[in-house]
Each structure stands twice: as structure tokens, then as C-alpha cells.
């Protein structure tokens, strides 16, 4: 599955919002309901930090400041106020079939 | 909570092997399925491998098919990774990964 994602780079005013878009070339939704799709973001000099989980789930500590959503095979991830610390490379990936695939990632900055 | 903790990477010569290890905590390790996935140098994350909960099927990157075996101990909640015939292609982080949580600090393998 190829996923897509645009723009590749991003510069944000901080307190402005930020929206990345992901397309994937097959459906994302299972026959169990859920909709595979995960959001990453990659911070200068760490692991990847995972974001969201199944479109808009977001995982354990993450600020509510994001937000994810979609269906099928488009989908969104949304900042509704940038801060520093937002900077980053950010991926979706599918893992409803293996292998997992990533988008190219889209690099966010700070105007 | 969910820890994945990744070691056994390091610096090899192009043709030979490595062995990396994932120690994991925080959750029924058997119960799961467990992956690798790398990343060189500047690039975006590639998914490399993944086992499941009882080990008796996994599957591979074609890049890495033949070359690397993925296994697990679940007495010691531990997933491996053994690498042969390693190519410079292979240089990167390796990370242990467990869907829906984040991945491990990953491990250096250079291939020089």
C-alpha cells in the first residue's frame, strides 16, 4: 500500500493551526471495524513518537491540540495551535496489511 | 506501561552477521505480535519484519528475505533479530516495535 502524504514541508507561525493530509492507494478500514492508520512524529535526534492511533485515537500523553481524522483511504492530521516543540518530521502509516508502509513524512518548522 | 528496549547494535563489516535483541515490559508479550523496523540515515522508517504472538509464523521485507531472521523468547519477553550477510544498505537505527504503542530507542547498525 502506497501512502502519500502533503505537503512535504511545513513552516508555521506558532499559535497558528497546521494540517498534513495522507492518501493511501487501498482502504485502510478492515472487515473488524477499524481503520488502520497511524500518525508519527519523528523529533530532531529521536525515535519516532507515536501520535495517533486508528485515525483519531490519541495515544497516552498526547496534547489535545492534535487531532486526526478520516476514512478509507484519506485522512488528516490536524494542529490546532503549532508550539516549538511541534517541530519535527511527521508520518502516517497503514498496518492494515504487512508490510507496514510510511508516507514520505512532512517536515514541519517554526516561522 | 509498554517498554521496548533494543540493543545488540554496532559496527560490521559488509558480509557479516549481528544479532539484535528487544527486552520488553508492560504487557502479556506472548499475546502479540512484534516487528522490527529500520531506518537509514535521513530516510523515513521501513518496516523489516514481524513475528507473532507464538512465534510460528513471521514474515520479511523482500529486502531482507533470506538474509535475517526474526524470533522471539516469550520466557524472557525478548524478540531478535539475526542478520547475515549484511549489506551497506542495512546501515541504520533498528527499532522493536509493538502496534499502537511507541517504538523502543532503537539500535545502531553500521555496515562498513
Known amino acids: 500500500i502506497v501512502m502519500t502524504q502533503t505537503p512535504l514541508s511545513l513552516s508555521v507561525t506558532p499559535g497558528q493551526p497546521a494540517s498534513i493530509s495522507c492518501k493511501s492507494s487501498?482502504?485502510?478500514?478492515?472487515?473488524?471495524?477499524?481503520?488502520?492508520l497511524y500518525w508519527y512524529i519523528q523529533k530532531p535526534g529521536q525515535s519516532p513518537q507515536l501520535l495517533i492511533n486508528e485515525v483519531s485515537r490519541r495515544f497516552s500523553g498526547v496534547p489535545d491540540r492534535f487531532s486526526g481524522s478520516g476514512s478509507g483511504t484519506d485522512f488528516t492530521l490536524k494542529i490546532s495551535r503549532v508550539e516549538s516543540e511541534d517541530v519535527g518530521i511527521y508520518y502516517c502509516?497503514?498496518?492494515?496489511?504487512?508490510?507496514?508502509?510510511f508516507g514520505q513524512g512532512t517536515k514541519v518548522e517554526i516561522k | 506501561e509498554v517498554q521496548l528496549v533494543e540493543s545488540g547494535g554496532g559496527l560490521v563489516q559488509p558480509g557479516g552477521s549481528l544479532r539484535l535483541s528487544c527486552a520488553a515490559s508492560g504487557f502479556t508479550f506472548s499475546n502479540y505480535w512484534m516487528h522490527w523496523v529500520r531506518q537509514a540515515p535521513g530516510k523515513g522508517p521501513v518496516w523489516v519484519s514481524h513475528?507473532?504472538?507464538?512465534?510460528?509464523?513471521?514474515t520479511y521485507a523482500d529486502s531482507v528475505k533470506g538474509r535475517f531472521t526474526i524470533s522471539r523468547d516469550n520466557t524472557k519477553n525478548t524478540v531478535y533479530l539475526q542478520m547475515s550477510s549484511l549489506r551497506a544498505e542495512d546501515t541504520g537505527i533498528y527499532y522493536c516495535a509493538r502496534l499502537g504503542f511507541n517504538w523502543g530507542q532503537g539500535t545502531l547498525v553500521t555496515v562498513s
Open positions: 502509516m497503514q498496518a492494515i496489511h504487512l508490510p507496514w508502509t
Open positions: 487501498q482502504s485502510l478500514l478492515h472487515g473488524d471495524g477499524k481503520t488502520y
Open positions: 513475528i507473532i504472538g507464538d512465534g510460528s509464523a513471521t
